[in-house]
T-cell receptor, first 114, second 116 residues
Framework: EPEVTQTPSHQVTQMGQEVILRCVPI?????FYWYRQILGQKVEFLVS????????KSEIFDDQFSVERPDGSNFTLKIRSTKLEDSAMYFC????????????FGEGSRLTVL | AQKVTQAQTEISVVEKEDVTLDCVYE???????LFWYKQPPSGELVFLIR??????QNEISGRYSWNFQKSTSSFNFTITASQVVDSAVYFC?????????????FGAGTRLTVKP
C-alpha cells in the first residue's frame, strides 16, 4: 500500500541551526501539507502546497519556515533558524485531490531543539 | 472559521467496557468533512474514518462505530468492548470543502487509557 515517508524520524539540533525535514508523498498525489504537533498538544496545520506554490499557510508558518518541492518526489520543510519552541513532531501529508479527500499522513519527524 | 472541540481530555476504562469519545464541531460551510484519527504511543496518525456532511448515516466497523448528528454538530466515536490496544490519543478533525485545499483542523484530542 502506498504511503507517505518522512526523514529523519528524529533530529536533534542546536538553537539557531537550520533544519530540513523531508517527505516523499504518495506518487499520484498533488496536494501536500505540513502539520506540527508540540508534545502533548493538538495537531496544527502549518501549510498546504499545490502546483509548486503555497496555497494556504497558518499564522504559525512565519518567515522562518519555507517549503519546497525540489524534484518530482520530495517535499521539504525548512526551518531557517530553529528556536526552542520549534521542538515538535512534524507530520507531512498528501492527498490526491483538493475535494477534501482523505489526507495520508507520514509517521512524523520529531525535532528536538536544544 | 472551523473549530473542533473534544471536551474529554482523558478517559480511562477497564478492558471490555464500552467508551464514547465526543466531538463537537463548528463550521459555516454546508459541505464539510469530518475525520477521526488514532495516535498510538508510537506517534503516527492512523486514519479511522471520514464522513461528509451529506451522509448522516451512522457507521460501524468492527468494534468501532460513529454517530454523526448534524442537528447537534457532533460526530461521536464509540469503541465497544475496549481492548488494551485501543489505548491512544484520538483526534477528531474537520475540513471545509469550500477551501482549495485540505487544511484539516484537529481537535485537542482525547487520551484513552484501557486498563487490563
Amino acid at each position: 500500500e502506498p504511503e507517505v515517508t518522512q526523514t529523519p524520524s528524529h533530529q536533534v539540533t542546536q538553537m539557531g541551526q537550520e533544519v530540513i525535514l523531508r517527505c516523499v508523498p504518495i506518487s499520484n498525489h498533488l496536494y501536500f501539507y505540513w502539520y506540527r504537533q508540540i508534545l502533548g498538544q493538538k495537531v496544527e496545520f502549518l501549510v498546504s502546497f499545490y502546483n509548486n506554490e503555497i496555497s494556504e499557510k497558518s499564522e504559525i508558518f512565519d518567515d522562518q519556515f519555507s517549503v519546497e518541492r525540489p524534484d518530482g518526489s520530495n517535499f521539504t520543510l525548512k526551518i531557517r533558524s530553529t528556536k526552542l519552541e520549534d521542538s515538535a513532531m512534524y507530520f507531512c501529508a498528501s492527498s490526491e485531490t483538493h475535494s477534501t479527500g482523505e489526507l495520508f499522513f507520514g509517521e512524523g519527524s520529531r525535532l528536538t531543539v536544544l | 472559521a472551523q473549530k473542533v472541540t473534544q471536551a474529554q481530555t482523558e478517559i480511562s476504562v477497564v478492558e471490555k467496557e464500552d467508551v464514547t469519545l465526543d466531538c463537537v464541531y463548528e463550521t459555516r460551510d454546508t459541505t464539510y468533512y469530518l475525520f477521526w484519527y488514532k495516535q498510538p504511543p508510537s506517534g503516527e496518525l492512523v486514519f479511522l474514518i471520514r464522513r461528509n456532511s451529506f451522509d448522516e448515516q451512522n457507521e460501524i466497523s468492527g468494534r468501532y462505530s460513529w454517530n454523526f448528528q448534524k442537528s447537534t454538530s457532533s460526530f461521536n466515536f464509540t469503541i465497544t468492548a475496549s481492548q488494551v490496544v485501543d489505548s491512544a490519543v484520538y483526534f477528531c478533525a474537520l475540513s471545509e470543502a469550500g477551501h482549495n485545499n485540505n487544511d484539516m483542523r484537529f481537535g485537542a484530542g482525547t487520551r484513552l487509557t484501557v486498563k487490563p
